[in-house]
């Protein structure tokens, strides 16, 4: 990538090693966990650096210059990774893990499990600061991460439009998983219970 033309000017390879750290923190979260239950907590995580044009189209959308300045300061997912949990209790082992880390700055938390959006978008989404670039880190469970694919395609699809049937049935969806997140909950909790007395 041409540092003169690109919007983060030199500094994507300073960004590249925030995002891999990052991914490492995450690791170590997720090996301290199943060092304390015995099970892997993440499912599977993404990562990535927000492309060029991506970044240049939200500056955009935001009506904020296209500058090294926009991208690194004034947005704050330039650096971006997905975090998918097996269990609900996992998203906040995680969230607990990446908060208690001395080198990690948390500047903001959403969370859309405990406050769902009203389409039935379920995560938790974090603002964090990290040798200092700003990134955000969703956490979800595999049923939420299932939805908001879902849902994603679905809402970009052409001529779909704003139908109040498609939004009751993707909010009746999301929440019939939502149901199923809490079941599972109780099943490994029921089974470590029982390990417990073994």
Same mark, same amino acid.
């Not at 004034?74 to 998918?84: E, F, K, P, S």
């Not at 989404?125 to 879902?150: C, F, P």
């Not at 001529?159 to 019939?176: M, P, Q, T, W, Y």
């Given at each position: 990538?041409?540092?003169?033309?690109?919007?983060y000017?030199?500094r994507? &390879?300073?960004m590249?090693?925030?995002?891999?750290?990052?991914?490492?923190?995450?690791?170590?979260?997720?090996?301290? =966990?199943k060092?304390?239950?015995?099970?892997? &907590?993440?499912?599977?995580?993404?990562?990535?650096?927000?492309?060029?044009?991506?970044?240049?189209?939200?500056?955009?959308r935001?009506?904020? &210059?296209?500058?090294?300045?926009?991208?690194?300061?004034?947005?704050?997912?330039?650096?971006?990774?997905?975090? =998918?949990?097996?269990?609900?209790?996992?998203?906040f082992?995680?969230?607990?893990?990446?908060?208690?880390? &001395?080198?990690?700055?948390?500047?903001?938390?959403?969370?859309?499990?405990?406050?769902?959006?009203?389409?039935?978008?379920?995560?938790?989404?974090?603002?964090?600061?990290?040798?200092?670039?700003?990134?955000?880190i969703?956490?979800?469970?595999?049923?939420?991460?299932t939805?908001?694919?879902?849902?994603?395609?679905?809402?970009?699809?052409?001529?779909?439009?704003k139908?109040?049937?498609?939004?009751?049935?993707?909010k009746?969806?999301?929440?019939?998983?939502?149901?199923?997140?809490?079941s599972?909950?109780?099943?490994?909790?029921?089974i470590?219970?029982?390990?417990?007395?073994?």
């Amino acid at each position: 990538m041409e540092a003169e033309n690109s919007i983060y000017g030199g500094r994507y &390879p300073e960004m590249e090693a925030v995002m891999n750290s990052l991914a490492e923190d995450i690791r170590a979260a997720a090996k301290t =966990v199943k060092e304390n239950t015995g099970m892997n &907590p993440v499912e599977h995580l993404k990562y990535r650096i927000k492309t060029e044009e991506s970044m240049r189209e939200k500056c955009r959308r935001h009506g904020i &210059p296209e500058t090294e300045e926009s991208a690194l300061e004034t947005i704050h997912d330039a650096i971006g990774l997905r975090v =998918v949990c097996t269990f609900l209790d996992d998203v906040f082992a995680i969230r607990d893990y990446l908060f208690s880390l &001395p080198d990690l700055e948390v500047v903001n938390e959403k969370d859309y499990i405990r406050d769902v959006k009203p389409n039935g978008y379920r995560s938790l989404h974090l603002i964090v600061r990290k040798n200092g670039y700003y990134a955000e880190i969703q956490i979800r469970t595999i049923s939420m991460d299932t939805w908001a694919a879902l849902e994603h395609q679905i809402r970009y699809k052409k001529n779909v439009g704003k139908s109040a049937l498609i939004f009751d049935e993707l909010k009746r969806c999301a929440d019939e998983l939502a149901s199923t997140d809490v079941s599972m909950q109780i099943i490994r909790a029921a089974i470590n219970e029982k390990d417990d007395r073994s």
